[in-house]
């Protein structure tokens, strides 16, 4: 296929999508619309910044005649930033297909859906309420960056991806823990004891645990001694005394303590911008393939109920 015919069916992709259409760049996930369609070019408004840019049509013809050229798929990293929203147009095209997960881009024999369109619908809209919380946007990025990176083998991680893992595992912990705090208080309330309560995922029991502190140190030197038990013998010292005399003296602290250094990572700082941006890509994409997915998922459950129901309802010998 020509390029001349390649550009005349993508110039008729974009001209059939609805306005509100919106498409995202594969690498840095920035949402952008197709304002305008013209005979050598493509005009698309990205979404934040607001910001308007011509595509053209020579470029896109390079594009191609990369993808043609490549053995296999061609590598989008091999892109630089400023051409990053031209893969996701040219993916409008029936013929050219974006792996997000490999990061590559394709030109197939048979045609084949975008996978980054997604139009507006009031009704997956009105179905869908994503939840105000931070674990649930720390869970999606950490689910979305396992799809993507082979953690059987952290070994073989670069570091970069490594970091990328580590912040968000303790950003999910962190959240999840707040999280779980909260709703065992409520739980609290409702839950008695020697009466699990079950859920579909498991279940919960109400426990007890004593905590113990002691009381004033005289008291309880004084009660002890009543009962035969000398004063040296449950006196020791205590290392926050000690600290305190170090504090006013020459002594070193390696003079009275053990040493010994240990050295662990910790998370040092969040780069939430990046977040954002990556999440909110990624409840695009969510969206884009919400409703063929969806409407695929309930069909498998109704078949699957009516499969249960053919199995475990009542015939008698005569309807046999």
């Given at each position: 296929m020509t390029f001349a015919s390649t550009w005349s069916d993508l110039l008729a992709e974009c001209e059939a999508l609805e306005d509100d259409a919106t498409l995202i760049t594969p690498l840095s996930e920035q949402r952008f619309r197709i304002t305008d369609v013209q005979e050598h070019r493509v005009i698309v408004e990205f979404v934040d910044p607001e910001e308007s840019r011509p595509?053209?049509?020579?470029?896109?013809?390079?594009?191609?005649?990369?993808?043609r050229d490549s053995v296999t798929e061609f590598e989008l990293d091999r892109l630089p930033p400023e051409a990053d929203p031209y893969p996701a147009v040219l993916s409008l095209h029936p013929r050219f297909?974006?792996?997000?997960?490999?990061?590559?881009?394709?030109?197939?024999?048979?045609?084949?859906?975008?996978?980054?369109?997604?139009?507006?619908?009031?009704?997956?809209?009105?179905?869908?309420?994503?939840p105000d919380l931070a674990v649930y946007s720390d869970a999606l990025l950490l689910v979305?960056?396992?799809?993507?990176?082979?953690?059987?083998?952290?070994?073989?991680?670069?570091?970069?991806?490594?970091v990328n893992l580590y912040t968000l595992?303790?950003?999910?912990?962190?959240?999840?823990?707040?999280?779980r705090g909260d709703?065992?208080?409520v739980l609290l309330d409702r839950v008695h004891h020697d009466q699990p309560v079950h859920g579909q995922f498991g279940s919960v029991q109400r426990t007890g645990r004593t905590y113990r502190?002691?009381?004033?140190?005289?008291?309880?030197?004084?009660?002890?001694?009543?009962a035969g038990i000398p004063r040296e013998r449950v006196t020791s010292v205590d290392s926050a005394k000690v600290d305190e005399a170090l504090e006013v003296t020459e002594v070193a602290p390696s003079d009275v303590y053990d040493l010994e250094e240990r050295e662990y990572v910790r998370k040092a700082e969040v780069d939430e911008q990046e977040k954002e941006t990556r999440l909110q890509g990624l409840k695009d994409r969510l969206a884009a393939t919400e409703g063929n997915e969806a409407e695929e998922l309930r069909e498998e459950?109704?078949?699957?109920?009516r499969r249960i129901n053919d199995l475990t309802s009542f015939r008698s010998g005569a309807e046999v």
């Open positions: 595509l053209q049509r020579e470029q896109f013809e390079t594009l191609v005649g990369r993808v297909e974006i792996d997000t997960q490999a990061g590559t881009l394709s030109e197939t024999d048979d045609p084949t859906p975008s996978q980054l369109v997604r139009g507006s619908s009031s009704d997956s809209d009105e179905e869908r309420t994503e979305d960056t396992l799809e993507r990176y082979d953690v059987s083998e952290l070994e073989a991680l670069e570091t970069t991806s490594l595992l303790s950003d999910v912990q962190r959240d999840a823990d707040d999280l709703v065992a208080d502190s002691l009381r004033d140190e005289d008291e309880v030197l004084e009660t002890l001694e009543d459950i109704e078949e699957l109920e």
